[in-house]
């Protein structure tokens, strides 16, 4: 059974560093074809593509917020980390993880964790 | 980055009616194109992977390839009024359109 789950702090405030934790389930990080991507999605608007981490830890981000963020794996906790810096209020979000590849798309989804940034 | 174009961006619409919702890519992506649908509060699902498999429910169908794509719900059910979006997932950057509503009439 697949599963992803995402966990982070609730509150940052501006100009702060946000760490999210994606921790996974049910597919290995390294043996298939199958990576792991952040999506973000504000109160009310549109899903947004952030970043994605390969099984051989190849990576791609977002073109807008690419100088913000890092995605990283430790393959030992079956988990991928997404950091973004200099956080702004417009960031108030909720993040998701997702499991995919060229073939499947993204199809497994974790259930979301709402990010507010406010000092 | 591949822009995608999510037309219409709401609809209204009655149990039982056909839906059709269309997606537009900037540039060619083959039949590299999925479609989700999301619920208040909720994680997004996925409906359909390369343009036209999966399906499931069985109503629900997509169909196209290159720019332009189609996802059609056959007979709207009550559990289906939500928002919808297409993902490319050609290229990287992926990218979404930007949603379309589906309410009750």
């Known amino acids: 059974q697949v599963t992803l789950k995402e966990s982070g702090p609730v509150l940052v405030k501006p100009t702060e560093t946000l760490t999210l934790t994606c921790t996974v389930s049910?597919?290995?990080?390294?043996?298939?074809?199958?990576?792991v991507t952040w999506i973000r999605q504000p109160p009310g608007k549109a899903l947004e593509w952030l970043a994605h981490?390969?099984?051989?830890?190849?990576?791609s981000y977002s073109t807008s917020l690419k100088s913000r963020l890092t995605i990283s794996k430790d393959t030992s906790k079956s988990q991928v980390v997404l950091t973004i810096t200099n956080m702004d209020p417009v960031d108030t979000a909720t993040y998701f993880c997702?499991?995919?590849?060229?073939?499947?798309?993204?199809?497994?989804w974790g259930q979301g964790t709402l990010v507010t940034v406010s000092s | 980055d591949i822009q995608m174009t999510q037309s219409p961006s709401s609809l209204s619409a009655s149990v039982g009616d056909r839906v059709t919702i269309t997606c537009r890519a900037s540039?060619?992506?083959?039949?590299?194109l999925a479609w989700y649908q999301q619920k208040p509060g909720k994680a997004p699902q996925r409906l359909i992977y390369?343009?036209?498999?999966?399906g499931v429910p069985s109503r629900f169908s997509g169909s196209g390839s290159g720019k332009e794509f189609t996802l059609t719900i056959s007979s709207l059910q009550p559990e289906d009024f939500a928002t919808y979006y297409c993902?490319?997932?050609?290229?990287?950057?992926?990218?979404f359109g930007q949603g379309t509503k589906v309410e009750i009439k």
């Open positions: 997702a499991r995919g590849d060229y073939n499947s798309a993204l199809d497994y």
């Open positions: 049910g597919f290995s990080l390294t043996k298939t074809t199958m990576g």
């Open positions: 981490i390969f099984s051989n830890d190849e990576k």
């Open positions: 540039q060619g992506i083959r039949n590299d």
């Open positions: 390369a343009a036209s498999r999966g």
């Open positions: 993902l490319q997932h050609s290229a990287y950057p992926w990218t």
